[in-house]
């Protein structure tokens, strides 16, 4: 059975701080990590994919992966209250090829103006 | 922008009754999916399409299920009878690599 685990939240951090979000996973050969940002009632929304242990960073987002661990987490620096919204954590077993994801349930992160 | 389209954006089907859940993948992608979100609950996969075919559906997507790319831009996913818990929003994504998805605005379908 595959699982991805997520704190539910309400996360709440002061706009311009930096919010940490975090992801656990079950099935030790998954090898694609996702983080999606899903506001209230809309889709979901691509933030970035991870493939490698350690850092990347796109703009104000860094996502870090540690496989020995099984740990996925998402720093968003300089946070804005538009960062408001539910952020999914997603995996896939596969580094290539079109199966599918499995989410965690989400993180709430409230940024506090 | 491109975008993933899904119609219609709400449908309401009495239990037992077919539905068919439309959407238009972003031009050129090649990989193409669908999720669900039950009301509060995670988003699940429910299948994936590549190269014309299923490439891996979950346990959900059992034979009440079925998907079709018709004419080489529409993609459709067909509930036969439906339930009252395939109440949810629909979300179709499609993925130009097997890298990335990106998802429509959704059909929230509710059984009656």
């Known amino acids: 059975q595959k699982e991805v685990e997520q704190n539910s939240g309400p996360l709440s951090v002061p706009e311009g701080a930096i919010a940490s979000l975090n992801c656990t996973y079950s099935?030790?050969?998954?090898?694609?990590f996702f983080w999606y940002r899903q506001y209230s009632g809309k889709s979901p929304e691509l933030i970035m994919s991870?493939?490698?242990?350690g850092d990347k960073e796109d703009g104000r987002f860094t996502a870090q992966l540690n496989k020995a661990s099984q740990y996925v987490s998402l720093l968003i620096r300089d946070s804005q209250p538009s960062d408001s919204a539910t952020y999914l954590c997603?995996?896939?077993?596969?580094?290539?090829?079109?199966?599918?994801?499995?989410f965690g349930k989400g993180t709430h992160l409230i940024i506090q103006p | 922008e491109p975008e993933v389209t899904q119609t219609p954006s709400h449908q309401v089907t009495q239990m037992g009754q077919e539905v068919i859940l439309r959407c238009v993948p972003i031009?050129?992608?090649?990989?193409f999916y669908w999720y669900r979100q039950i009301l509060g609950q995670k988003v699940e996969f429910l299948v994936s399409?590549?190269?014309?075919?299923?490439?891996?559906k979950s346990e959900i997507f059992d034979d009440q299920f079925s998907v079709e790319r018709p004419d080489g831009s529409n993609f459709t996913l067909k509930i036969r009878s439906t339930k009252l818990e395939d109440s949810a929003m629909y979300f179709c994504?499609?993925?130009?690599?097997?890298?990335?998805?990106?998802f429509g605005q959704g059909t929230r379908l509710t059984v009656v």
């Open positions: 399409f590549y190269n014309n075919e299923i490439s891996e």
């Open positions: 991870i493939y490698s242990n």
């Open positions: 099935d030790r050969v998954s090898q694609s």
């Open positions: 031009s050129n992608h090649l990989y």
């Open positions: 997603a995996v896939r077993r596969s580094g290539g090829g079109a199966d599918g994801l499995t």
């Open positions: 994504a499609s993925g130009a690599s097997s890298t990335e998805a990106f």
